[in-house]
């Protein structure tokens, strides 16, 4: 089992910058990949970013390229992501997750590819 826990949401302006981390608990996540995804009031939930186990591959949706950076580091078992010149459609609730393996060709996107899920934390930006 592993537990994980979202932080570092909240109100920011149009083109500013927020830095969430996702702490897990339990099991040891350095073996998996990682992934964020996100989800607005009504819409489906969206993949933003992932990556490898040991941060060696990282993949990202297209809306978020160059402004979003996803990181990890094992030792604290912990997952971020960096998100800058954020944007109104930016907003929603993000959650992070754990690949069921370690690197992935192909398949970073898809919901079904992870097995536990944090609650989220709440990113909001004002225009």
């Known amino acids: 089992q592993v537990q994980l826990v979202e932080s570092g949401g909240g109100l920011v302006q149009t083109g500013g910058s927020l830095r969430l981390s996702c702490a897990a608990s339990?099991?040891?996540?350095?073996?998996?990949?990682m992934g964020w995804f996100r989800q607005a009031p009504g819409k489906e939930r969206e993949f933003v970013a992932a990556?490898?186990?040991?941060?060696?591959?990282?993949f990202y949706a297209d809306s978020v390229k160059g402004r979003f950076t996803i990181s990890r580091d094992n030792a604290k078992n912990t997952l971020y992501l960096q998100m800058n010149n954020l944007k109104p459609e930016d907003a929603a609730l993000y959650c992070c997750?754990?690949?069921?393996?370690?690197?992935?060709?192909?398949?970073?996107?898809?919901?079904?590819?992870?097995?536990?899920w944090g609650q989220g934390t709440q990113v909001t930006v004002s225009s």
């Open positions: 339990g099991r040891t996540t350095s073996n998996y990949a």
């Open positions: 997750a754990t690949d069921k393996v370690g690197v992935r060709s192909s398949g970073w996107s898809s919901v079904e590819n992870y097995d536990y």
């Open positions: 990556i490898s186990w040991g941060g060696g591959s990282t």
